[in-house]
């Protein structure tokens, strides 16, 4: 079993959708990150959150830590948000295990 | 700001030769993160520094892997034999570490190919 689990593993929206990738884990944590790596192969850091909700533009992060469990969403997706999403979880000590990813292809 | 450095970008070598891959980190960042992500295994942590100091390698999957901080704006992650398993993308990410930061910059990544 992975320490970390993402659903769906591909996501296919069309342009406009609000869009949801679930992440849960079964370690503690100190932090959840979510991360967007483009086609391209660049990795970007969108959130690092330890409890709560952030937002940046379109992408809100939720994270509820009595459930493990941390939500990605996406409003008013474009085919540009076209990427694969990791959700990584940090133990203390900067351990880190990682999701699969979700691959989200966005049609316009 | 440049942000992280990697070089090589792509790397094809054979079997047995040495690999280095080199990182320079974000000026200021005083943690760097060494990744590995293969297809199958998805994306792993190998090892990171802490103000040049290795604080956890446990991820590096064997002895023919090495990495070295020498200061504060350099590292490498050597391998050596190589291995066609070695064959992945390296990511080198860096990071300050404070009260509420630890949000990791990547760089481009490396692209081994190990024939």
């Known amino acids: 079993k992975n320490e970390v689990e993402q659903s769906p593993q591909n996501l296919t929206a069309q342009e406009g959708e609000f869009i949801t990738i679930n992440c849960s884990y079964s370690v503690g944590i100190s932090a959840l990150h979510w991360l967007q790596q483009h086609p391209g192969g660049g990795i970007v850091s969108l959130f690092m959150?330890?409890?709560g909700k952030k937002k940046h533009g379109r992408l809100i992060a939720t994270i509820n830590i009595q459930e493990k469990h941390s939500s990605l969403h996406i409003t008013a997706s474009h085919p540009r948000d076209s990427a694969v999403y990791i959700c990584?979880?940090?133990?203390?000590?900067?351990?880190?295990?990682f999701g699969t990813g979700t691959s989200l292809t966005v049609i316009p | 700001d440049a942000g992280v450095i990697q070089s090589p970008r792509h790397e094809v070598t054979e079997m047995g030769q040495e690999v280095t891959l080199r990182c320079k980190p974000i000026s200021g960042h005083n943690s760097l993160f060494w990744y590995r992500q293969t297809m199958m295994r998805g994306l792993e942590l190998l090892i990171y520094?802490?103000?040049?100091?290795?604080?956890?390698d446990s991820g590096m999957p064997e002895d023919r892997f090495s990495a070295k901080m020498p200061n504060a704006s350099f590292s490498t992650l050597k391998i050596q034999p190589s291995e066609p398993r070695d064959s992945a993308v390296y990511f080198c990410a860096s990071s300050l570490t404070s009260g509420r930061a630890n949000e990791q910059f990547f760089g481009p990544g490396t692209r081994l190919t190990v024939l």
């Open positions: 959150l330890s409890s």
């Open positions: 990584a979880a940090r133990l203390t000590g900067n351990q880190f295990y």
């Open positions: 520094f802490n103000n040049n100091v290795p604080i956890d």
